[in-house]
């Protein structure tokens, strides 16, 4: 699937981070590491932008994501963004004893002031951090990614996606950490209203709400026909006239129409869920018939 991604000219290749199926089934294969994944796939392409979202702040200690992003983002020669969020899928936590918290937004918050402080350290400095939940002490603050912060193109630092549908504090910390603010699944109403919010936590912090990237992720399910629509939408289990609805889904048109109004809403970039891995032909009807109409 990345390979073909990059084959028919997307921009990226982008992971969810889960350790355990959602819905029936027998679960196999099983889960993947998602920095695992993307470590292998640094080397396997040449162009597309890597990354997950998100990455669970409940995963991993920040300093150990701070470095497996950083090898990854050498090993693609500066192709990866960092999407991180609290977490919030309770069952995978107990499946693999991983502890789940009550309360996450502080504890991603606090991941995200060690990643990007460990990252902004210049070479031969050293890195502190005491915290509610972390302890840092004298850090070398080593690797280094190959990109340079967007939000301070004198330090290293990986683009960081930031999202959430919540009003307040989420688009405070996407204004203060993120390179680009996702919303995962909006309804398409609330589009406009959340992009606005971001803009304001931007301004209300000094920050160019023009330097963070709005984008968000929905549903694909692409046919040429209506009958195609309807038989990928079965090999997913989701009704097609809901996916028609909230998603981007239908006839090659129909995705082009609803693409220019994600556009005229304000968003820059779409990430295009694609939940049938099997189904290369899906992407090749995508980039084929609706990325050619796309200006």
Not at 31 to 48: F, H, K, Q, V
Not at 68 to 90: H, K, N, P
Not at 260 to 284: N, S
């Amino acid at each position: 699937m990345a390979k073909a991604t990059e084959d028919l000219g997307f921009d990226g290749f982008f992971r969810s981070d889960h350790y355990l199926a959602m819905g029936s089934g027998d679960g196999l294969p099983g889960p993947t590491d998602a920095w695992t994944t993307l470590a292998g796939l640094a080397r396997e392409t040449s162009r597309i932008r890597l990354g997950t979202l998100v990455s669970s702040a409940t995963f991993r200690h920040p300093g150990v994501l701070a470095i497996q992003v950083a090898q990854v983002d050498q090993m693609s020669g500066g192709r990866v963004e960092l999407g991180l969020g609290a977490g919030w899928f309770e069952q995978e936590h107990a499946a693999y004893g991983i502890p789940f918290p009550p309360k996450r937004f502080d504890l991603l918050t606090e991941q995200l002031e060690v990643v990007t402080g460990l990252w902004g350290t210049p070479v031969g400095g050293r890195f502190d951090h005491t915290g509610a939940h972390y302890t840092l002490t004298g850090s070398p603050a080593l690797p280094k990614p190959v990109q340079t912060s967007s939000l301070d193109a004198s330090k290293a630092g990986v683009p960081v996606i930031v999202g959430g549908l919540g009003p307040k504090r989420t688009p405070a910390l996407a204004a203060r950490f993120a390179a680009e603010f996702n919303l995962a699944f909006p309804p398409l109403a609330d589009v406009g209203d959340h992009v606005a919010r971001a803009h304001a936590a931007c301004e209300a912090i000094g920050r160019d709400p023009r330097t963070l990237t709005m984008s968000a992720a929905l549903v694909l399910c692409a046919g040429r026909t209506d009958a195609e629509v309807d038989r990928r939408a079965a090999a997913i289990g989701r009704d097609p006239l809901e996916l028609r609805e909230v998603g981007v889904a239908g006839t090659p048109s129909a995705l082009v129409d609803r693409l220019g109004v994600l556009a005229e809403l304000g968003l820059e970039r779409v990430y295009l869920q694609v939940l049938d891995l099997h189904d290369l032909d899906h992407l090749e009807l995508v980039a084929s018939e609706v990325a050619s109409q796309l200006g």
